[in-house]
């Protein structure tokens, strides 16, 4: 057998050492000196979230029938990738009904993204609107084909849908993406140390998601996903989608709706419930009536959740926050969410239309300044007020995971914003480039922070 020569392991060991010298060192620095952003929600994924849980909203009236054909729709309406409306059927109107009252002539060239397959009541509408894209849920549709079977209501709309889908000028299609790898353990990770769930933890360290994150996990699945695989199959051949009801795609499908759920269930699980809710920050226990009258805790509670699903695409390499604006018009009645309608969403990020690393992303520990991210980051209530759809003189609130600092503070005042929803994370810290000093002295604006009952 031929030994190596002497030099040639010289040769192998400088090698190595090389790799120590140069190499680790270099893979520490990508890692660790400039973290980059973590995995991201793709945007479809995100509007398909959004969906489902306004499928979920709170209802004044008793809860669905389990014998009624037609089921509760969100709807997700989005124009030049923001979305301009959340909405989801109500006692009188279907989610895309209540989209053309809401929006009419400007759905044109929108993109809508139902959590079910619409009626073809909607569905008609909805074309005859101009909108540019519909995409949809492949689970269940509006007029259910599982319960209490197929009967030929749901055979008749399925083949009008078609119809309509097929003459239809808008792409009628499903929209679902793969996680990004790693998203899912990110998602579990952040929604344990969220603010919400760490000001809790500080009053009751017993606190966990876990359970809750179960829970929701077999509620959703139950609502969201079609139970067997022989009858997933034939919902989707019935609504013409037999090349997804076939192998490999049937099983890629059903993984990414599971995996959305899962999302949905890890999120949701961040915002403790129970015994918790949003107080108003001054006067904690007076007012918790009069506070209940004003928006429901479970109101309250599903709208910081929207807010935490935006959390998820932040260009911030250290830190996700996510807002939501409502208004709370005089109407009332026609859609599920009463007589409350959305005003705008945004999360942190750099300017729009920026490249990736074109800005600084350190925070204050670095010591050059310049190297700081603050002067260029957008935070999520300046992307909410910026790209606002509407611009309501009565009663706005905003619902965002982190305490607003003091740059967004005049900007939430100019815009009229009369109710704030938040947590009390960082509230009253100055950290150099960010302060959070002003918060707790605002006047005028109704402040309520997540807390415990008592
Ligand atoms: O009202 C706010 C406040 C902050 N941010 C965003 C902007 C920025 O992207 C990030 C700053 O967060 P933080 O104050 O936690 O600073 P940090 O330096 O990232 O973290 P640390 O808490 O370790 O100082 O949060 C908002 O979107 N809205």
């Known amino acids: 057998q031929k030994q190596p020569k002497k030099g040639q392991n010289i040769t192998k060991l ?28 793709s945007k479809v994924n995100l509007f ?13 009236e008793a809860e669905e029938d389990d014998n009624d054909q037609v089921r509760r729709v969100g709807l997700v309406v989005v124009q030049d990738t923001k979305v301009v409306g959340l909405h989801c059927s109500g006692a009188e109107l279907h989610a895309g009904q209540t989209a053309i009252i809401q929006h009419g002539a400007r759905l044109a060239d929108c993109q809508l993204f139902f959590s079910r397959r619409p009626c073809a009541t909607c569905l008609k509408m909805i074309i005859n609107a101009g909108v540019g894209r519909i995409s949809f849920w492949p689970g269940d549709p509006e007029i259910s084909m599982l319960k209490p079977s197929i009967t030929e209501e749901a055979a008749l709309d399925a083949m009008a849908t078609e119809k309509l ?21 990110f998602v579990t990770e952040t929604s344990r140390d969220c603010d919400f769930m760490q000001t809790m933890a500080d009053d009751d360290p017993t606190l966990n998601t876990e359970e809750q994150r179960t829970r929701h996990l077999k509620d959703f699945s139950r609502h969201f996903l079609v139970g067997s695989s022989q009858q997933h199959q034939e919902i989707l051949t019935q609504m013409g989608l037999e090349n997804f009801s076939m192998e490999p795609y049937f099983s890629n499908l059903r993984n ?3 995996e959305l759920v899962e999302v949905l269930a ?34 309250a509670c599903h709208c910081i959740i929207q807010a935490r699903l935006l959390e998820y695409r932040t260009e911030d390499p250290k830190v996700g926050v996510g807002a939501v604006i409502w208004a709370k018009g005089q109407l009332a009645g026609c859609d599920g969410t009463g007589c409350l309608y959305l005003v705008g969403c945004g999360y942190n990020a750099y300017p729009a239309g920026s490249q990736y690393a074109e800005y600084p992303q350190m925070d ?25 759809s509407e611009h309501p003189e009565e009663s706005t609130m905003l619902f965002v995971t982190k305490c607003p600092c003091d740059e967004c503070i005049p900007l939430i005042r100019g815009a009229g914003i009369t109710h704030i929803y938040t947590s009390d994370q960082d509230m009253g810290k100055d950290k150099t480039d960010i ?5 707790s002295s605002l006047k005028n604006i109704h402040k309520f922070i997540v807390s415990s009952e008592d």
């Open 14 to 41: 400088q090698h190595y050492r090389c790799l120590f010298i140069y190499l680790i060192p270099l893979i520490l620095f990508v890692c660790v000196v400039s973290p980059g952003p973590g995995p991201r929600l």
């Open 165 to 185: 889908k097929s003459n239809s000028r808008p792409h009628i299609c499903v929209l679902l993406q793969p996680l990004a790898p790693g998203l899912a353990q």
């Open 256 to 258: 990414n709706m599971r």
């Open 266 to 299: 890890t999120v949701a699980a961040g915002v403790p419930r129970q015994h918790y809710g949003f107080y108003r920050l001054d006067t904690l226990a007076v007012n918790y009536l009069n506070d209940l009258k004003r928006m429901p805790q479970e109101v």
């Open 435 to 439: 302060s959070y000093l002003r918060f």
């Open 48 to 60: 398909t979230l959004l969906s489902l849980w306004m499928e979920l909203f709170p209802q004044e």
């Open 364 to 388: 204050n520990k670095q010591e050059d300044r310049q190297r700081r991210k603050y002067r260029y980051i957008i935070h999520a209530e300046q992307n909410a007020l910026t790209f606002r």
